[in-house]
């Protein structure tokens, strides 16, 4: 690993923007700022294929050359999403359709359908050059293949190979009626002819199908992806291949499953909160990328070292691209604060991030994507977000000791599947989702200042001495048993409403919720309450709860917290049930934040879980790295007065010693290689 050497720091660069003279100053300036990787080519398709099959390399022969000159590594990129406006031309059956069945144009980027043969092998084709006369270029340190997986579509090509991947998973048509439950509203199959993806219909689309249909084109992307990535590994096999996920609440692709096909995990990350939710949401998209990183990590074999200066394979991610200013949300633009572009970068350096990585390097002065902030802004070198560009360069420069794994005591299941689930129509209300359950207990778990691990069902927990199951819908037998064998090894589990609820193909467990967790929890709930979205319960600790509510019935649990008024007066409301050697909490309603803080503390001080740093006070994000011989604390002030947290080590920004505390100013950030002892 090129731990020791640098960490990456650089961005999306797209020279064929620019006339060649403007590529010199952007290697100078790169140097300046000390950047260590760029992103080159990855929307270049129809620059570097004009026509079927005619390549015009030379352009991207001098800038990779150049590049290498400079000391500037290459993360080059298939450009297979966005195709040229011939393609679309000369294919027009690969064009996507939507739900609705329209149809869509080239105009944009992302114009294809994924199924399609003709754009599979138009796709490959560019890849297969790229990698022949690439693969061996001394720049070139990654393949970045395609960009942020994430379309979809409905066209018969589509629908044929649903079809294919329907009968490899319910082997007959029989499997799939009983899995979909086509026996409600008369949809019983007859014939695979008249399965179809879930197209626009009259009312409620049937779960098991929308289920599937998310399942099948994540599998359908990861095939375009691997079949790329197959075709680079073979030019050069040392080469580390990766492709950056796109995140949001939409979820394309099951990224943990995805994990296993990467050399490195890479993600992308615009936060769409400006104000402290921002710092929130890094910390969950960090914790997230290094869960799948995990995830990966001893699952594949290493084919090969990386290169020096990039990560080696087994739980590295990276940060692939980021805001340095201005971020889109609510409709319009806003500012990052000076000082914010080093925090974010550092909170997910501190949380496992081999480097900070921007979308883009210099902006352009047209194009969709005109007023997207660029380290090199409109306004030129001569301008603050250039000046923290080069700050934030000399900082990461001095942090490429820091290694070691996150310290974390918790673990947070998160599921792509329970996320899909819970976006069907027809649930009991439209204000469920689990990443927002995963995203409300991750808050209170950071505000807390608990380290946290994400997991994927079935992923080892030796160390964990708290595991999270927020709103997992979609629990199947395996997963189940999986639960029950850490609760009744040790483990305490705090599961949230709805976990356990329905079985892997979205149908309801029957005999009362929270279906396949009943026993482990010893709780039984006939009836849920939704709540409105001004609506709310009042718990008998003083707490309060919303979304959700359930009318439980003990089973073996004990009362920890109960509804204080309305119909459920008196009814337990939060529990835990002594289940072997460790204990099973249930929480039958979304605490508030300051509830949530509350529960978690007593679940915590009874499982043993401590926070990374007792004495950082509020508002002081900490976050710790360790190896064998050493380790690294990360101090993040959020709040906008100085703060003090008793350390002893050197802080690693300002090679200053700290002998007793170290002085964090307002939105300051500290990284101290510790001394202990
Ligand atoms: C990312 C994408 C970039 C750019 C960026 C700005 O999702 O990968 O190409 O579009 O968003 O919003």
């Given amino acids: 690993m090129g731990i020791g050497d640098r960490l990456c720091y650089g961005g999306d660069y797209n020279p064929e923007q620019w006339p060649a003279r403007v590529w010199a100053e952007d290697v100078a300036l790169m140097r300046q700022a000390r950047v260590t990787l760029v992103t080159v080519g990855v929307f270049a398709w129809s620059r570097l294929e004009p026509a079927p099959g005619r390549y015009t390399f030379d352009w991207l022969d001098d800038v ?51 199924a399609t043969p003709a754009y599979r092998t138009a796709a490959l084709r560019i890849a297969a050059a790229l990698a022949d006369r690439y693969a061996h ?103 580390p291949v990766t492709t950056n996920y796109v995140l949001g609440d939409w979820v394309p692709v099951d990224h943990a499953r995805w994990a ?15 104000d402290g939710a921002a710092e929130e949401q890094t910390a969950l998209v960090a914790d997230l990328a290094r869960g799948w990183a995990r995830h990966a990590a001893g699952r594949r074999p290493v084919t090969a070292p990386p290169p020096a200066g990039l990560p080696g ?9 980021s805001a340095p200013n201005q971020i889109h949300t ?59 560009a080069v700050e934030l360069g000399a900082a990461l420069d001095r942090l490429g000791e820091v290694r070691g794994t996150v310290e974390a005591s918790v673990a947070l299941v998160v599921d792509a599947a329970s996320g899909w689930a819970l976006r069907h129509p027809g649930l009991p ?35 964990y001495r708290l595991l999270v199951l927020p709103a997992l819908y979609l629990v199947d037998d395996a997963t189940a048993g999986w639960l029950s064998g850490y609760v009744r090894g040790g483990g305490h589990l705090l599961a949230t409403y709805l976990s356990g609820a329905a079985d892997e193909h979205a149908r309801v467990r029957l005999g009362g919720y929270p279906g396949a967790l009943r026993d482990l929890l010893g709780v039984l709930a006939e009836e849920f309450h939704p709540l409105a979205d001004d609506d709310h319960v009042r718990l008998d600790d003083g707490g309060t709860g919303r979304i959700w509510a359930e009318t439980l019935r003990l089973s073996g649990a004990d009362t920890v917290a109960s509804y204080a008024g309305g119909v459920l007066d008196g009814r337990p409301a939060v529990t835990r049930h002594r289940a072997g050697a460790g204990a099973a909490w249930y929480v039958s309603t979304r605490p508030d934040g300051a509830t949530y803080r509350g529960l978690l503390d007593t679940v915590a001080r009874t499982a043993g879980v401590a926070p990374v740093c007792a004495t950082a006070p509020e508002g002081v994000e900490a976050v710790r790295r360790r190896d064998e011989d050493a380790s690294w604390l990360f101090l993040f002030n959020h709040t906008d007065r100085e703060q003090r947290v008793p350390a002893r080590g050197v802080e690693l920004l300002s090679a200053k010693p700290v002998e007793a505390a170290v002085t964090l100013p307002p939105g300051g950030v500290a990284v101290l290689r510790e001394r202990t002892g």
């Fill in 64 to 114: 990779l050359d150049l590049l290498h000159t400079g000391g500037i590594r290459v993360a080059l990129a298939t450009p297979t999403a966005s195709p040229p406006p011939w393609f679309s031309l000369a294919h027009p059956g690969a064009l996507p359709v939507t739900a609705d069945g329209v149809r869509l144009h080239h105009g944009s980027r992302d114009t294809y359908c994924a």
């Fill in 330 to 388: 609510a409709g319009r633009m806003h500012t990052k604060e000076p000082g914010r572009m080093l925090r974010h970068s550092l909170g997910h350096v501190a949380r496992g991030s081999h480097g900070a990585m921007f979308f883009q390097w210099r902006a352009p002065a047209g194009g969709a994507e005109r007023f997207h902030s660029a380290l090199v802004p409109h306004a030129g070198p001569d301008s603050r977000v250039f000046r923290e």
């Fill in 429 to 463: 209300s439209t204000r469920l989702g689990h990443h927002e359950e995963v995203a409300a207990v991750h808050r209170a778990l950071w505000r807390a200042g608990f380290g946290c691990d994400t997991v994927t069902a079935g992923d080892p927990l030796d160390g």
């Fill in 260 to 274: 296993t096909e990467v050399d490195l995990v890479a993600v992308d990350h615009y936060p769409s909160a400006v």
């Fill in 313 to 321: 394979t087994a739980g590295a991610w990276l940060l692939m691209e």
């Fill in 137 to 239: 270029h001394p720049a070139v340190a990654l393949w970045h293949v395609h960009n942020e997986y994430g379309t979809t579509c409905h066209c018969e090509h589509t629908a044929r190979a649903f079809r294919r991947w329907l009968t490899a998973r319910h082997g007959d048509l029989a499997g799939l009626n009983d899995a979909w439950v086509t026996s409600f509203w008369g949809q019983h199959y007859s014939d695979w002819a008249q399965v179809s993806t879930p197209r626009a219909t009259q009312y409620l689309a049937n779960p098991g199908q929308l289920l599937d249909f998310r399942r099948f084109w994540s599998d359908t992307l990861l095939a375009a992806y691997t079949e790329q990535r197959d075709r680079l590994r073979a030019a050069n096999p040392a080469i």
